[in-house]
């Protein structure tokens, strides 16, 4: 029993010492760990939401952000599949909020480009008509996978465009993000990123134009620099 309340007492201490910076990576590889193998979701969970809570009490706004996805998948796992979008109906909440800072905000629409992605790709389980939840502001169940596609280029865009200034002090705050780290022969910003997700995202099979397809296939071809420099500044013209 004593043993249980030191374990107890040493792991709330060690969120709230790492709430004002970032988590430990320990921590964090344990919970994705935990949502790999999907054992012991439950204490993760509650462990996720205990470092979400501490991230928006210190306003870093990229382990809220973090704690909030993986939360979102979490409850993916514990839920039916038709409460998909029930579960990450927090975003649209904190962007139609007027009041929501900007940082916060290029977050949020990086977690529903994500969200719409990963739906868009997805086998569902049951009829689609299913999965919409009543009271949302945008019924993203009943869109077309055009219209899906579309709304997720226009989260990413609006992340760039509002996470253009975010700058963070280790990479590791942000790795997290990244859907494939071997792009980057070199230390990637926030912006590298965001551009990159754009481009895998196109890649995955978006509707896009074959101008704009043979232009992605063109940026393939450059050194790092060129590529980072001329994806970044077409990508703000889409």
Do not use: C
């Not at 043993?3 to 060690?14: A, C, M, Q, R, T």
């Not at 921590?27 to 996720?48: E, F, H, P, Q």
């Not at 973090?66 to 998909?84: G, L």
């Amino acid at each position: 029993m004593k043993k249980g309340i030191i374990l107890f007492l040493f792991f709330s201490v060690n969120i709230a010492g790492q709430a004002q910076n970032t988590t430990d990576e320990a921590i964090w590889d344990n919970i994705v760990l935990s949502m790999d193998k999907k054992i012991n979701l439950l204490t993760t969970l509650t462990r996720v939401q205990t470092i979400k809570e501490n991230a928006k009490a210190f306003k870093n706004y990229s382990e809220f952000a973090r704690a909030s996805y993986y939360e979102a998948i979490i409850k993916d796992y514990r839920s039916e599949d038709t409460a998909f979008f029930k579960n990450s109906s927090f975003i649209d909440s904190i962007l139609l909020d007027p009041a929501s800072p900007v940082e916060l905000r290029a977050w949020m629409h990086f977690l529903q480009a994500k969200r719409l992605e990963y739906f868009n790709s997805k086998s569902l389980k049951f009829h689609v008509s299913l999965y919409e939840v009543k009271g949302q502001p945008l019924n993203y169940a009943a869109f077309s996978k055009n219209d899906l596609d579309s709304l997720v280029a226009l989260h990413l865009d609006q992340t760039k465009i509002l996470g253009r200034n975010l700058v963070f002090s280790s990479l590791k705050e942000i790795a997290w993000i990244v859907s494939d780290t071997s792009l980057f022969l070199f230390k990637p910003q926030f912006p590298d990123i965001i551009a990159a997700e754009q481009i895998l995202s196109y890649r995955k099979g978006f509707n896009i134009s074959d101008q704009l397809r043979n232009r992605i296939l063109h940026w393939l071809t450059l050194s790092q620099n060129d590529f980072i420099f001329s994806a970044f500044a077409s990508l703000s013209t889409f």
